[in-house]
């Protein structure tokens, strides 16, 4: 199973700004989509945002539309989760993951590989 590695969490105040990045270590494969999503603590893990890797199309959990944009770079296989505008409760551990079965999915069923993670708390 490939591993991907997030990098650029870190503690911001609200209304600020943090990108993440998200890339496989090691060998590749033909994924179909890449997503993100997120825990807080004493909550599930769900899903924030997802990239059709053929296309490029994004798609958002309505509660990060208009302030989080995911991207993707097809040299680098990297996938990116820009985030504005940052709020409290978008507190939490941010999960890159991809799906080599699925153009898009909104579960986590649908995705093969993960991340560690990395942390992203927004003081407010």
């Known amino acids: 199973q490939v591993q991907l590695v997030e990098s650029g969490g870190g503690l911001v105040q609200a209304g600020g700004s943090l990108t993440l990045s998200c890339a496989p270590s090691?060998?590749?494969?033909?994924?179909?989509?890449m997503g993100w999503f997120r825990q807080a603590p004493g909550k599930a893990r769900e899903f924030v945002a997802g990239?059709?890797?053929?296309?490029?199309?994004?798609y958002y959990d309505d509660s990060v539309k208009g302030r989080f944009t995911i991207s993707r770079d097809d040299a680098k296989v990297t996938v990116y989760l820009q985030m504005n505008s940052l709020k409290p409760e978008d507190t939490g551990v941010y999960y890159c993951?991809?799906?080599?079965?699925?153009?898009?999915?909104?579960?986590?069923?649908?995705?093969?590989?993960w991340g560690q993670g990395t942390q992203v708390t927004v003081s407010s």
């Open positions: 090691g060998r590749t494969r033909d994924w179909r989509a």
């Open positions: 993951a991809a799906s080599s079965r699925y153009d898009n999915s909104w579960y986590a069923q649908g995705y093969d590989s």
């Open positions: 990239i059709r890797w053929r296309g490029g199309t994004p």
